[in-house]
């Protein structure tokens, strides 16, 4: 019948054409000795039907895995003479070197009476209400504080500032390591919750004194003062966990961030590395006190409670409810 109506179509269309398409090919068809590549205007268009959708279950979307690194140091049973001064060796340097990034400075054995301002780091060694004595590696050298001490305690490790008369500098100025105003401040849908004597079953991640758990069911045995990072889909949140003694608050939180530094107490000396010393910057602060509040500090989120009351941070707003396990 093709033949016949002088038409010849190539083998590629013909296989592509509908028998409905193919009548009204013949049928419109005038011209003699045609050759058909291509489906004429007049033919009817074939009409697209979408293939049925699968039914069934559809494929969930999977939560990302969390990753905790904990940063603690081994508790040693015996301490020796040695390992205290190699602790506060450790403390002088660490925080010396966070100091460095914010001011220039000279070693004590280096100064001389000067009219010009100059700026020595030192850990204070004793302190009066208006003197200090500092001291490096290089020596030791006394403080006139017009100012007062009361912000600084033994065992700090300060930046000075001043004149320096008769082996004397009088102070003008005193920098701690601090929390510096142009890191990263850290957001994710991380959800935490705090709770000393241990944790609930809400919250990505679950932290105790003793312990940190995933919702997976990822436990690790934790000593504070410790250091957690958590990782999840990408985000990361550092924590910094502290239980101090009785009567400190949030006001001291603050003041520990300013010195990068948990506790200049003896007792808290674990070995020749000073665990307190806060080298990481946190994003947030769990002091496990009897105080039950929150506050913001230079981007760390400061979270205050211990016993019966536990916490729940969501770090996409930095929200903190408390919750009172307590009988009422």
């Known amino acids: 019948m093709i033949l016949d109506k002088g038409m010849l179509i190539s083998p ?19 011209r003699k000795d045609v050759v058909l590549d291509a489906i004429p205007e007049h033919a009817p ?3 697209a039907i979408e293939a049925p959708k699968k039914s069934g279950p559809q494929k969930q979307k999977t939560e990302p895995a969390i990753r905790i ?8 049973e015996n301490l020796s003479p040695e390992d205290f001064v190699k602790c506060y060796n450790d403390r002088y340097e660490k925080i010396r070197r966070m100091l460095l990034k914010k001011t220039d400075a000279i070693s004590i054995n280096k100064i001389r009476d000067s009219a010009t301002a100059v700026t020595s780091i030192g850990i204070v060694r004793e302190k009066t209400p208006t003197t200090l004595i ?6 030791e050298m006394g403080l006139v504080m017009d100012q007062g001490t009361d912000a600084i305690e033994e065992d700090d490790v300060i930046a000075a500032t001043g004149h320096v008369r008769e082996g004397k500098m009088y102070v003008r100025d005193v920098k701690f390591p601090d929390i510096p105003l ?4 850290a957001k994710s849908d991380i959800r935490i919750c705090f709770s000393e004597e241990g944790p609930s079953e809400d919250g990505d991640i679950l932290c105790s004194t003793k312990k ?5 069911g990822k436990e690790i045995d934790i000593d504070i003062p ?6 999840k889909g990408g985000d990361s949140v550092t924590i910094v966990i502290y239980k101090p003694g009785k009567g400190t608050g949030m006001k001291s939180a603050v003041d520990m961030l300013k010195k990068r530094h948990l506790s200049t107490g003896r007792k808290d000396v674990r070995g020749p590395e000073d665990s307190s010393v806060i080298d990481r910057i946190p994003d947030v602060f769990w002091l496990v006190s009897e105080e039950k509040g929150t506050m913001a500090y230079k981007g760390v989120t400061i979270v205050s409670c211990s016993g019966g009351t536990s916490a729940m941070l969501d770090m996409s707003t930095r929200k903190v409810d408390f919750i009172d396990k307590r009988p009422r």
């Open 134 to 139: 500092i001291e490096d590696t290089t020596g």
């Open 212 to 216: 940190v758990i995933t919702t997976e």
């Open 182 to 185: 142009s890191r990263h401040v």
């Open 45 to 47: 268009k074939a009409e």
């Open 226 to 231: 410790a250091t957690v990072t958590v990782e």
């Open 69 to 76: 690194e904990v940063v603690q140091h081994e508790r040693k």
């Open 12 to 30: 590629s269309l013909l296989e592509r054409l509908s028998e409905e398409t193919l009548t009204s090919i013949l049928k419109n068809g005038s």
